[in-house]
């Protein structure tokens, strides 16, 4: 199930970790909160059609995850913080080090400094999830229009090697029974000729 579907089953509303707005004092532990918002409010849209004409590419495998999510208009320049960013913060060598809750704490910390709304990573989050969905699934069925096709090869092939099978043996047995006749015709003459000569002067193939 993609992203989307797993929030749906979840619920429409969800909550967003952030810091608490009382508590910027350096002095004051950092305290987290979380706000609701509905799942229409995370949702961006996706150019699907531009997707799909990309899926339709004999190199459909080779594209690059980037291309997807720009056919799906993703502006890289416009973006701002996006989850690859916040990926790049959290394998850094300081948050690695840390705890998960002491690398939440920096994280969200750095995103209330930074004045980053974390909707707007969760955001861009299921808008590549979005995209990446969608070209899987114009990619799943041009395969099963592909596989469709290879299968219908496949039956034909068969029904004509069965048929060149056939077309083989009679051809065989037509070769055998000239061979037959052949060879009866060599021993009529043999035995006719043997009238009139006392060595054997026609060839007679063997069986």
Known sequence: MDLIGILRKLGD???????SSAEKE??????????TITLSELMMTVQISDVHELAERPADLSVPFEDIFKAAGHDAEKAGWTVERLQEF????RIRKMSRDDAQRATLQMLTEENVDAADI???AIFRDQALDAFEDS????????????????????ARMKQVEKEIAAEE??????RRQKRQRERDMAHAV????DRPVISIDNE
């Open 13 to 19: 509303r969800v909550g967003i970790i952030e810091m």
């Open 26 to 35: 350096a002095s004051a532990p950092a305290k987290i909160q979380t706000r």
């Open 90 to 93: 959290l394998n850094s060598d």
């Open 122 to 124: 969760i955001k861009d």
């Open 139 to 158: 990619i799943s069925k041009k395969r099963q229009r592909w596989r469709a096709d290879q299968q219908q090869l496949l039956s034909d092939l068969s």
């Open 173 to 178: 047995e037509r070769w055998s029974n000239w």
């Open 194 to 197: 043997g009238f009139l000569i």
